[in-house]
């Protein structure tokens, strides 16, 4: 049964065929979310922008400008805080000026892809939410009114609302419908209409209003709940990464692949030992270059990679072939999520969600995000150089299919072959690879390439219903080197 109504679900999110999904984004706006921020805007000729929120959590509230103490309800910052009017806030500006420094690139940019958005239509989507404490969800905001309009319209296509911080201000747009809708003709209707269309990505519980107020009234709203896998993109990265991957974030790449002469946007890019200061937020000392030993995360080099815990959010969104928008279990670069054990609409990134690593030998939850870093990672100092670059200068990512298509049916103990064309459209050759993603799927299937054929073996005692992920990887021998993938998943029929 279980199985019944995740597929259901899946079928609900299919998206018009060229489409790009809608998405808001609500932020407290610590560091790593400027960062986020950044690389989000790099992005964002990917996905549908619909609304840029500011919103509080339990590391940044504005405060009521009266004097009100505030203690928090999650454990970890009432030991480290206690009662505070305020805390750490950066303000409600910081978007609207990383939106001018893009105005200035923005001419670059669609060098390279038309779809990038225009300054004036992202100014217009900014809005504040309810900022004045952690969890604050009594007030209707600018920000949540704009959240309750985007669910109430006649789209019926899905919202993906993007928590960087609290869930409060998206939990107020909720709150506003019931308010408005509950017990009145068509609401059970109305409130079906809203679970099926939003879908909630949280990095971490950062207020405590998913657990007390949109879980409990609106528990058939889907929620991807990211709450180990973000770390392996965030503070603790140099203990998380696999140490293959951490060249790709330290200074001697970051600063001169991403940072440095890429524009004015890069420029504001936080990083450490960089000599900027966040406006509000006395423990953003990261980039005091006296500072470079961090007591809690580590030694670290100018330009090193601070953290941006948020971006598996986006990235998420991001289309690279690897078919995951609809399928959370499947994986990408937005992490890889479970069903969770008695609850068919939150995916978790829970133990189930482990990929084996093979640098340590063991399964590991935060494999299924760092798997993915080097070719990301690769692909934003791409979208650095389209700041700067012409469209001939600059590196574009290779197109992968497969003829026979991203979903095969096969029978036990079949031999198939697998037909990938290739495209590069700056004329770069392109090396393909093929492996078998075990991990999603029901197990592994023995496969190999052949020039551009890839031969798939199912084992002889796959049972029917069972799949099997093969994922086909491009990479051109550009600089910075982009790939795309296919993913092929066989079924036994």
């Known amino acids: 049964m279980k199985k019944i109504l995740f597929l259901l679900l899946l079928s609900t999110t299919l998206f018009a065929k060229g489409r790009y999904p809608r998405t808001i984004v609500t932020t407290d706006g610590e560091i790593d979310d400027v960062d986020t921020f950044i690389r989000m805007l790099l992005y964002s000729n990917e996905y549908q922008l619909e609304g840029l929120v500011y919103s509080s959590s339990m590391w940044h509230y504005k405060g009521d400008g009266k004097g009100t103490k505030f203690t928090s309800e999650m454990e970890m910052t009432r030991q480290m805080y206690g009662a505070k009017t305020d805390l750490r806030w950066p303000g409600v500006q910081w978007i609207q000026d990383l939106l001018k420094a893009y105005g200035q690139v923005h001419p670059n940019l669609i060098l390279h892809d038309k779809k990038y958005p225009s300054p004036a239509y992202l100014n ?12 604050e969800m009594e007030q209707v905001t600018e920000g949540s009114e704009w959240i309750k309009a985007k669910l109430l319209d006649n789209d019926p296509e899905p919202i993906y609302l993007q928590a960087w911080g609290g869930t409060n201000t998206i939990a107020r747009a909720l709150k506003s419908i019931e308010e408005q809708f509950a017990g009145k003709p068509g609401w059970d209707a109305l409130k079906n209409k809203i679970s099926r269309k939003a879908i909630l990505y949280t990095v971490m519980d950062q207020d405590a209003t998913l657990k007390n107020y949109i879980a409990g009234h609106w528990p058939q709203i889907r929620v991807f709940y990211n709450a180990q896998q973000f770390a392996s993109f965030a503070y603790p990265w140099k203990r998380v990464m696999p140490k293959a991957t951490q060249p790709y974030f330290e200074g001697t790449y970051m600063g001169p692949k991403i940072i440095q002469n890429h524009g004015p946007l890069l420029q504001m890019y936080y990083a450490y030992g960089d000599g900027q200061k966040q406006p509000g937020d006395d423990e953003h000392i990261h980039g005091d270059p006296t500072k470079l030993k961090d007591a809690q995360w580590g030694s670290f080099q100018p330009f090193d990679f601070i953290s941006e815990g948020d971006s598996p959010a986006f990235l998420h969104l991001v289309d690279v072939g690897l078919n995951n928008l609809n399928n959370p279990s499947y994986g990408g670069w937005g992490g890889r999520f479970a069903l969770a054990e008695g609850n068919p609409y939150r995916f978790e990134d829970n133990d189930k969600a482990a ?9 590991d939850i935060s494999y299924s ?15 650095a150089d389209w700041c700067v670059k012409s469209y001939k200068e600059a590196n574009h990512a290779p197109q992968i299919t497969v003829s026979e298509g991203m979903h095969v049916y096969a029978k036990p103990g079949a031999s198939l072959d697998l037909h990938v064309i290739t495209r590069d459209p700056d004329g770069h050759a392109i090396k393909l690879k093929v492996w078998p993603y075990p991990e999603a799927g029901s197990g592994k299937a023995e496969v190999q390439i052949e020039n551009a054929t890839v031969k798939v073996q199912i084992p002889a005692t796959a049972k029917k219903g069972d799949t099997f ?15 795309r993938y296919r993913r092929v998943v066989i079924t036994i029929a």
């Open 124 to 135: 217009s989507l900014v809005k504040v939410g309810n900022i004045d404490f952690e969890g």
């Open 355 to 363: 990929d084996f690593n093979p640098e340590t030998g063991k399964l």
């Open 369 to 383: 995000q760092t798997r993915w870093l080097i070719a990301a990672q690769e692909d934003f100092a791409a979208r």
């Open 469 to 483: 992920h093969v994922v086909v990887e491009g990479t051109d021998n550009g600089s910075p080197a982009l790939t």
